[in-house]
């Protein structure tokens, strides 16, 4: 690559630049993505796209050719160059990326060369020491060598199938004390901290896989992507919108697509008017589907309605703020509450809430919770009011308040405080009507192994069993028998591949095993025979969808 055509105009959008200024001051994916309240993956992918629009082939090209330009001041670049420290990773499309050990090992050596030289020095070693010994080796949660010809992997038609696996295939994992990704990681109660393995994180076992759970390829032909949504339709099939990813195209993307379980197919469907990612996507009591903000440069204020029997498109009413990563929650009486927010730019939170009405199809502006708040939680409640916990005000920190809204008088009230504040977090309802809060990212910027759960009937939280794995914004979906999927985003898993159930009667989490290939993303859809269906970004050029069946619990 030999740079940009100097008679045509750097065409980056505001988060681009803002990413370039963060590449430009050596923060790595994942403290970007902590900063912009973005996922690791997303964060790569606007890399990416700068790389692309630049014509360069690494981090460093692209930002002296932005400093020659005037794209923003030279003082961090020249700082950050002067560092002798190896170049945080480029992550290219995935059809140009290496996959399994390799693409981790290669990583590896960029970010930590010398640790690594250590480690492979050792396994050769004890490779020697091993010759003619039958063992397995147990790596990022997966068994390799021996162990690995029997493990249940599923194929693409569902049945288990036999895969052989050298006991190189994945690297050691990183201890839990050396889990820090960058030198340049913070412990000042800063938005731009890096996530790393502080005192809540969780303690790391050595996991073993679940032999009650396949893995199976979900249809064919779906790129990858991040900051989407999923909902299921009438019909039980699955709605993505949006989102973000190489095969996408672009930061944000118009791109919809169908899930039908039945045939295990996906389908192009009608794109949404705009460019979304970081939105909401809330199903109505009619069947239909609303589309709420997202982020285009900058927070937007448009909505957007689905017809899941027609497959078209219709613009809604605008709310009454722009609005990115908020949350919407549907009312039982067919309303939808949307609260918080980015309104305009990475580092303001809004105080206000807006409710969705789809008989008048009008937006009414109410009174926010007490703390503005974004990257927070909502949940619904048994008595039909909604629960606001966590998140961050702004720019920095994490908060542990949490406050209730009361549909029938459009108000606000104090409830118990989180016993850990955290950003980022993921919250589901559990079927005794309990809320569990779990990961995210506490003021200090470590990542979160902690888990809680409100009872509304006590306004208490209590802390329940950590974690296996700390892991920040992770997908969760409540099994057929009250158990917890939590998967991806894991702090000690290079491709975000491992999962985890927690039983909350004991309070305690069992690994679940790898998935197939590293799968990078936020979704997780509970459909009706019990599979869960999980969408993300794929650390190779196979399809961006798996689907986890638990044998034991359907």
């Known amino acids: 690559m030999t740079g940009p055509d100097p008679s045509r105009p750097i065409d980056l959008t505001p988060r681009e630049r803002e990413v370039l200024a963060m590449v430009a001051e050596g923060k790595t994916n994942r403290e970007i993505g902590t900063e912009l309240f973005i996922s690791e993956s997303t964060a790569g992918v606007h890399v990416s796209n700068i790389l692309a629009k630049l014509g360069v082939a690494s981090r460093t090209e692209a930002a002296a050719i932005a400093i020659k330009s005037g794209l923003f001041d030279a003082t961090p670049v020249e700082a950050a160059a002067s560092e002798a420290l190896p170049e945080p990773m480029y992550v290219p499309p995935p059809a140009l990326v290496p996959t399994g050990w390799r693409a981790r090992l290669q990583a590896q050596m960029r970010r930590h060369p010398r640790s690594t030289?250590?480690?492979?020095?050792?396994?050769?070693?004890?490779?020697?020491?091993?010759?003619?010994?039958?063992?397995?080796?147990?790596?990022?949660?997966?068994?390799?060598?021996?162990?690995?010809?029997?493990?249940?992997?599923?194929?693409?038609?569902?049945?288990?199938t036999p895969t052989a696996t050298s006991a190189l295939d994945t690297p050691t994992p990183t201890p839990s004390s050396s889990a820090t990704p960058s030198a340049s990681a913070s412990a000042s109660p800063s938005a731009s901290a890096t996530p790393s393995a502080g005192p809540t994180q969780a303690p790391i076992a050595a996991p073993t896989p679940s032999p009650n759970v396949t893995w199976a390829v979900a249809g064919s032909g779906i790129g990858g992507r991040t900051n989407h949504t999923a909902t299921v339709l009438p019909d039980d099939s699955v709605l993505i919108v949006g989102g973000s990813g190489f095969d996408i195209g672009g930061s944000c993307s118009a791109s919809v697509v169908r899930y039908h379980q039945a045939t295990d197919r996906w389908t192009d469907e009608e794109p949404t008017g705009m460019e979304r990612c970081e939105h909401t996507a809330t199903r109505l009591l009619d069947g239909s589907v609303l589309v709420v903000g997202g982020y285009l440069n900058g927070a937007n204020a448009a909505t957007e309605l689905f017809d899941p029997v027609t497959g078209a498109w219709t613009p809604a009413a605008s709310m009454s703020v722009p609005r990115s990563d908020?949350?919407?929650?549907?009312?039982?009486?067919?309303?939808?509450?949307?609260?918080?927010?980015?309104?305009?730019?990475?580092?303001?939170?809004?105080?206000?809430?807006?409710?969705?009405?789809?008989v008048a199809q009008t937006w009414t502006l109410v009174p926010g919770p007490v703390n503005s708040r974004l990257g927070h939680t909502a949940s619904l409640l048994p008595d039909g009011s909604v629960l606001v916990a966590g998140g961050v005000r702004g720019c920095c920190g994490a908060l542990a308040s949490s406050e209730i809204f009361d549909p029938a008088s459009e108000t606000w009230s104090s409830a118990d405080g989180m016993t850990t504040g955290r950003r980022g977090a993921s919250a589901t309802v559990l079927n005794d009507g309990r809320v569990l809060v779990v990961g995210g990212v506490n003021t200090n910027g470590d990542w979160v192994g902690a888990a809680e759960l409100y009872d509304p009937a006590d306004d208490e939280w209590t802390e329940t069993g950590p974690m296996i794995e700390s892991r920040f914004a992770p997908a969760l979906a409540v099994l057929r028998n009250g158990r917890v999927l939590a998967w991806g985003s894991a702090l000690n898993a290079d491709d975000g591949s491992t999962a985890e159930t927690l039983d909350p009667s004991s309070g305690t989490w069992r690994f679940d095993g790898g998935l197939p290939f590293g799968l990078y993303g936020d979704s997780a859809t509970l459909l009706d025979d019990a599979t869960v269906l999980i969408v993300g970004v794929p650390d190779n050029d196979l399809t961006g969808a798996i689907c986890y069946t638990p044998l034991d619990e359907r």
């Open 326 to 358: 908020h949350t919407a929650t549907l009312l039982p009486n067919g309303r939808v509450l949307v609260v918080g927010g980015h309104t305009g730019d990475a580092t303001t939170s809004a105080d206000s809430a807006d409710i969705y009405d789809p």
């Open 117 to 160: 030289a250590i480690v492979g020095g050792s396994v050769v070693v004890l490779a020697a020491i091993a010759t003619g010994l039958a063992f397995a080796v147990l790596s990022n949660g997966r068994p390799t060598g021996a162990a690995a010809s029997s493990s249940p992997i599923a194929a693409a038609n569902g049945s288990p």
